[in-house]
């Protein structure tokens, strides 16, 4: 039995935009502070298996730094092992509430080109890290018969190489 309400009468879009974040799985923040050097924080994400990690001053989120700032930031950069992470995050991530729905999630990826967004509580206490994955698998759970029915379009062409 799912803990998720039935959502057979609405549409993908209705329940998108109807499902609030609180109910939605997310990943544990892995979290450090400002002044973590950076061999630090890279040896945590690869010991935790995690692509990002939270800069938080106190309980405020203050930044972020994923698999994708290590390569445009460090990999092949002259970068000192002890810079303070601060210096290489992105600072003021966009954030979400978890009374934000998952349409808001969809959006915030799409339009910003984000791959993980924070989501907070009503009193700005990290809740966990919300990816595209994050939609990918809602979607799929949630509406598997829409999913896997699909039909194959063998004219779809790829125009940007992805992946490894």
């Known amino acids: 039995m799912s803990m998720y309400p039935s959502y057979?009468?609405?549409t993908i879009e209705e329940t998108l935009?109807?499902?609030?974040?609180?109910?939605?799985?997310?990943?544990?923040?892995?979290?450090?502070?400002p002044d973590s050097p950076v061999q630090e924080?890279?040896?945590c994400m690869r010991a935790q298996k995690a692509d990002n990690v939270l800069i938080c001053d106190g309980s405020r989120v203050i930044g972020i730094f994923t698999d994708r700032d290590y390569l445009d930031k460090v990999a092949g950069h002259t970068v000192a092992i002890e810079t303070p992470i601060q210096e290489l995050m992105t600072a003021n991530p966009v954030t979400l509430t978890k009374d934000h729905s998952m349409g808001d999630l969809i959006r915030t990826v799409v339009k910003d080109g984000f791959r993980h967004v924070p989501v907070l509580d009503a009193d700005n206490k990290i809740v966990g890290v919300y990816t595209a994955l994050t939609i990918v698998k809602f979607i799929a759970e949630h509406f598997p018969?829409?999913?896997f029915n699909l039909p194959?379009?063998?004219?779809?062409?790829?125009?940007?190489a992805e992946g490894a």
């Open 8 to 10: 057979s009468d609405e």
């Open 17 to 33: 935009n109807s499902q609030q974040l609180r109910y939605v799985d997310h990943l544990a923040p892995l979290i450090v502070s």
């Open 41 to 43: 924080v890279i040896a």
């Open 145 to 147: 018969t829409e999913i």
């Open 152 to 160: 194959a379009n063998a004219r779809r062409v790829m125009r940007n």
